[in-house]
């Protein structure tokens, strides 16, 4: 921002160096306002991707904040983007994230918000139900596509979070619960209008410990060892810790 000076030493509240009242007084605006340290936000994207390697992806979850600046920001420096609608899905396109860098999640995913990922090509879609698994097969088959689909299970393991955010538990709406699983390998196996990307995990936020995450990683784990030995090819692992970022790899 123009007329600003960096106070490294300053006891005043900063922001990316700079304090807050300039930044209040330049704008002239006493409030509410939202100010972004675009070049903190790209270090911590960064610091990720390099965690995760050539093989890896960070797609960002859009819902978090999805602020242009940011999305801008983030697809200049190759991350990818975990959209739960279509329009978080065109947002991130016209930001400049790559379609085979964007994944789709959601539990309401309208047939309409299908259609629309199958048309951009992404990635993948995660699916959260045998009944989405069987709506996208219905949709890619009547486009003539093959649609690639991530399986979202429901690990059934609880988080000491609160109950609103704690999503991997057996009483929780999302995933696909461990008793459809072989229904899905059947349905993912004998479709020629699917491709089985990989398997996907989210237990919830605000973790204050990290056993449920790994308990959550191992179940995943176990699974892909198990369809890659019965012929399913996986391209990925998806698991996300918080409502950051999806950390996949393969």
Known sequence: MSGLTRHPETRAALLGGFPLSEVFRLERSAGPV?????????????????V?????????AVKANSAGSILRRLAGVGIGADVVSGAELELARRAGVHPRKIVMSGVAKSDAEIDLAL?????????ESIEELRRIEARARARGVRARVSLRLNPSVSIDSHAHIATGHDGAKFGVAREAWPTAFEIA????????MGLSVHVGSMLRKTDPYLASASVVCELAREWLGRGVPLEFL?????????????
Do not use: T
């Open 34 to 50: 939202y100010v972004y340290d675009l070049d903190g936000i790209e270090r911590g994207a960064r610091d990720l991707a390099e």
């Open 52 to 60: 995760m390697g050539e093989d890896g992806l960070v797609a960002y």
């Open 119 to 127: 048309e951009r090509d992404i990635r993948s879609l995660q699916v």
């Open 189 to 196: 196996r004998s479709s020629d209008s699917l491709a089985m």
């Open 238 to 250: 998806n698991s996300s810790l918080c409502g950051f970022s999806s950390r996949s790899f393969r």
